[in-house]
């Protein structure tokens, strides 16, 4: 009987899956966006909304945000300034180079009026409702 | 230039509206981006990473190792950039050497990369790059020291018939919940991502990522320009991969079925077989087989029959499916023909004197066997192509007959093979099987032809007297045309059933005895014959070949072992009883070893064993050969046997017994020699008058006649001088001379007819202190084997009539005369005759 992993033939069957492979195990491929996605927490306020975006390094000409609906979108560039002639890369883990990041609101703030600044490195954006 | 935040945003795409909203997080499809470095829609400059095997698409996160010196070239450039941007693209398939790949050998689509992550291991670097969009090379700017490119970035594939690749996109979709269930390892978030994504182009990148297409086919999908024909690649490279899938899955889910622990394996090679037929490639396996056989087949040298057959038979063979029965057969056979030697001989180098100084080198003695030897050969120097001889070497066990067979090869520079005949007992073990049986195999004479690799090699059949011969087969016959020089160029094996050419071959047999060999047989042989060795010769051969060979063999260094000469004559005489020299050679070897003992043990450095250490290695004599009797009473007389083992003397005992009858006969005699008794009886009763007996003593005595040892069987006619002696010693009551043995065969007219072994007789009698010998005359020439040294001693009485035989071997006195028969008594004066007093000539 064929029962578990134990049994030689389960084994054998895996060897035959490197060699006749219909998904590359070997390549680890992952799906994404076209780019990256800074995290964000969203806070209710009483008076709108406050995002906090995870987004160090970004001078504010390389950012955009816009409001469709209910949909804000957050784009820009972020770039390594710090890199001088002679510097060798030991290792990079912050991502550079585009970036995007929508968030879906329950209700439209088309409208609302939005300021962002720049607190300990976090990006804070304040959506305020009209007020009337 | 970047873009600012005070752009208006592009408007959408018309014809991904519908989409819009539904793709969050993300870009809407079909949105160009913006931010770009290196300003929108301009091409620009960016470094390039050559990827090999290995097709990046748009929208997914790759794990790559960069090594090469080009690449970590590039990776570092990139890197030292703001945005860490580098574009991947394929190295084309046709490359085939392994360095560092150049501009021309890669594509010209490739994809953009932003380079995530980056980490320095042992041997280069670990980067994670996510692919962005799709780029066009517009022009090289260099390749070192690393590649780097004008790219141009091209448009998402656009939609031309948004139904058809709506349709299609739901077939993808389709088909993968269908593959997705025939795979049991799929990670979690690989199963999610192609489920989940709705969207055809990024759906169709991502199937082309993680199936295993190949480069050709992964650069045809980056290179789509519309999303139909995209996702139509799509579709069909995962039709192919999902119906494989459902294929191995039926040949597990049958395989499954039967399987136990034994058919792993040939469901394994079912299952590949059936991949392979599925790709077109089940090329290989037996087609490549018999392809091989048919090319070695070409190459090899073949007599024309040979080729013409084994073509007839390789055909038959390319029709045949590897499971039939006959397959194996057939390609057994097959390798067999092209296995044998048909034309293949080895150079003879045939110089006399070296012959000769090879068989000096490796065999003492035996002067006339080497002599004939040398004879034959010379034969073959001079004609070449004349029929090589069949020499039967016939003698005792142990006296040289297969070593000598060696030297023969050795001094003509020819491979030897050497087959048993012991036992066998069918043709077919000679001859061979025909094919038509399971398992069939040639037969041993073309087995040792194709061990030996040449058609001409020494050939030596060892033990033709042993041949079996029963109701089961007489294996005698097959050698009979095996060994007929005017038949056997053509010898037939059953398994082959095409004629070998067997005249080429140097046989030579061996026996331990002539008479069980069939005539017919006996007559093709050139019979030499080899006597035993006398103790002079073993003591020669011992100081020679066996002190020297066991002393290495024994692990001993050649001073640390000496056997004095008077002990191997000991070992000869008393530890041993043969002709050969084998059981001394193993004697000698178990002192080696007790003497090995000794020096390990650091009892001693080197050790002599002289004749009076021998019991302390090897225990008291084991043999007591019949000694001369110092004093023969009447009616005893000394005769000598031939064995196996060589020669030996023995006694024939008579008496007689009043009032018996006729002629009692023990000792395990054969029927030949209780004849022989018989005849001699005969003889001395009807010449009785002549020599002086009283004949009716034959009528009212019996006599009993007894030959020890009881226990050994003995036969032949040689014996008949002997029993003829004993018994006229018994009429006459003239005593046999103590110091005279004899030996002849002997006809009731009185004639002495010659006897074989003569040589081995003679040593036996010599070495048990007989001093004189009666032989038949018609031995005469014999004596010329006898050593110089032994003829020395001995006087040899040469006779041709049983007149002569009592002449020489009884004393002339009568020592203590016979009983007058009753008879005598009654008719005469009734007394007994007065005794004549005992008187013995010194």
């Not at chain 2, 945003?9 to 981006?33: F, M, Y």
């Not at chain 2, 890197?79 to 941007?85: C, D």
């Not at chain 2, 018609?778 to 084997?785: F, I, K, L, P």
Request: glycine share 6%; with cysteine.
């Amino acid at each position: 009987m064929i029962t578990g992993d134990n049994f030689p033939y389960s084994l054998a069957m895996r060897d035959i899956d490197k060699e006749f492979s219909l998904i590359r195990t070997d390549r680890r491929v992952m799906p994404s966006g076209r780019l990256w996605n800074p995290a964000a927490d969203v806070y209710r306020s009483a008076d709108g909304w406050i995002v906090k975006v995870d987004l160090a390094g970004v001078c504010s000409d390389e950012l955009e945000i816009e409001i469709h609906e209910s949909l804000l979108s957050i784009r820009g560039c972020r770039r390594d300034t710090h890199y001088r002639d002679g510097f060798v890369f030991h290792q990079m883990e912050i991502t550079y180079s585009r970036f995007e990041k929508s968030i879906q609101f329950p209700a439209p703030i088309e409208g609302a009026s939005i300021r962002h600044d720049y607190k300990d490195g976090f990006l804070i954006i304040n959506v305020r409702r009209e007020q009337d | 230039m970047p873009e600012s935040s005070q752009n208006a945003p592009p408007a959408p795409d018309p014809e991904t509206t519908t989409a819009a909203g539904q793709t969050a997080p993300g870009t809407a499809p079909g949105e160009e981006l913006r931010f770009s470095v290196q300003g929108n829609g301009q091409p620009f400059e960016v470094a390039v990473l050559a990827l090999q095997n290995l097709t990046l698409f748009p929208e997914t996160v790759v794990p790559l190792g960069i090594g090469r010196p080009r690449s970590t070239a590039a990776v570092e450039s990139a890197l030292a950039t703001p945005e860490k941007l580098i574009a991947c693209i394929t190295v084309r398939p046709d490359r085939s050497d392994d360095t560092d790949a150049s501009s021309a050998d890669l594509y010209e689509v490739g994809t953009l990369t932003m380079i995530k992550r980056m980490e320095r291991t042992g041997e280069g670097m670990r980067i994670i790059v996510q692919g962005t969009e799709r780029v066009r090379v517009v022009e090289w700017k260099q390749q070192d020291p690393h590649l780097r490119a004008v790219v141009e970035i091209l448009p998402l594939p656009r939609t031309v018939d948004p139904e058809q690749v709506e349709a299609t996109k739901r077939n993808l979709q389709e088909m993968i919940t269908e593959a997705l269930a025939l795979l049991p390892n799929v990670p979690p978030e690989v199963r999610l991502a192609v489920l989940g994504s709705v969207e055809a182009t990024r759906l169709s990148y991502f199937l082309a990522s993680i199936l295993n297409l190949g480069v050709e086919e992964e650069q045809k999908m980056i290179e789509a320009n519309t999303a139909d024909e995209l996702v139509r690649l799509a579709h069909a490279n995962l039709a192919r991969e999902v119906e494989i899938l459902q294929l191995r899955s039926k040949i597990a889910s049958e395989a499954q079925t039967e399987m136990d622990k034994a058919q792993r394996d040939y469901v394994l090679r079912q299952q590949m077989r059936a991949i392979q037929k599925e790709l077109g490639e089940d090329e290989t396996g037996e087609a490549a087989e018999t392809e091989l056989l048919r090319e070695r087949l070409e190459k090899v040298e073949l007599p024309e029959e040979v080729r013409a057959e084994a073509d007839r038979e390789l055909k038959r063979l390319q029709r045949l499916p590897p499971a039939a029965p006959d397959y194996h057969v057939i390609r057994t056979y097959l390798e067999f023909i092209l296995e044998l030697p048909w034309l293949k001989s080895s150079e003879d180098k045939l110089d006399l004197a070296e012959a000769r100084r090879i068989l000096d080198e490796d065999h003492y003695g035996l002067e006339d066997v080497k002599e004939r030897i040398l004879e034959f050969l010379a034969v073959i120097k001079l004609r070449p192509d004349t029929k090589s001889p069949i020499i039967l070497f016939v003698g005792p066990p142990g006296v040289g007959k297969t070593s000598l067979g060696r030297s023969i090869a050795r001094a003509l520079g020819r491979q030897f093979e050497r087959m048993s005949l012991g036992g066998v007992r069918d043709e077919a073990e000679l001859r061979g099987h025909r094919r038509t049986y399971i398992g069939a195999m040639p037969g041993r004479i073309i087995q040792s032809i194709r061990r030996a690799g040449v058609n001409n090699p020494v050939l030596m059949l060892d033990e033709v007297d042993k041949l079996g011969n029963d109701y089961r087969g007489d294996p005698s016959a097959a050698l009979l045309e095996i060994l007929d020089p005017q038949q056997n160029n053509s010898f037939r094996d059953h398994y082959l059933d095409l004629p070998f050419d067997l005249s080429k071959i140097f046989f030579i047999a061996t026996a331990n005895q002539l008479g069980p060999i069939p005539a017919p047989l006996r007559d093709r042989m050139e019979i030499i014959p080899l006597a035993g060795y006398s103790d002079r010769e073993k003591l020669e051969i011992a100081r020679r070949y066996l002190i020297p060979r066991q002393t290495a063999e024994n692990g001993l260094n050649s001073g640390q072992l000496k056997v004095t000469d008077d002990a191997v004559e000991l070992i000869a005489a008393r530890y041993t009883r043969e002709a050969g020299v084998r059981q001394l050679e193993r004697t000698i070897g178990s002192i080696a070893r007790k003497v090995a003992l000794k020096i390990a043990q650091a009892q001693a450095e080197n050790v002599t064993v002289s004749a009076n250490e021998l019991r302390e290695y090897l225990g008291p004599p084991r043999f007591y050969p019949e000694q001369a009797r110092k004093e023969l009473p009447a009616g005893v007389a000394t005769g000598m046997a031939w064995t196996e083992m060589g020669g030996e003397v023995l006694f024939i005992e008579a008496t007689l017994l009043p009032g018996g009858r006729g002629l009692t006969i023990t000792g395990q005699l054969g029927e030949v020699m209780q004849e022989s008794a018989r005849a001699a009886q005969s003889y001395l009763w009807s010449h009785a008058a002549e020599f002086g007996i009283e004949p009716a003593i034959f009528k009212e005595f019996g006599v009993h006649l007894h030959v020890p040892a009881g226990a050994i069987p003995k036969d032949g006619p040689s014996a008949g001088v002997t029993i003829t002696s004993a018994l006229a010693s018994l009429y006459t009551g003239r005593r046999v001379r103590p110091d005279t043995a004899m030996t002849g065969e002997i006809t009731l007219s009185g004639l002495v007819f010659p006897i074989g072994g003569v040589k081995e007789k003679v040593l036996a009698a010599h070495r048990a202190g007989i001093r004189r010998i009666i032989l038949p005359s018609r031995n005469e020439a014999d004596v010329d084997d006898i050593p110089e040294d032994v003829r020395h001693d001995l006087q040899l009485v040469f006779v041709s009539g049983i007149a002569e035989v009592l002449d020489a071997a009884l004393e002339v006195l009568v020592a203590n005369p016979p009983p007058t028969p009753p008879s005598i008594i009654d008719a005469g004066r009734g007394r007994l005759p007065e005794p004549e007093p005992l008187s013995v000539k010194s």
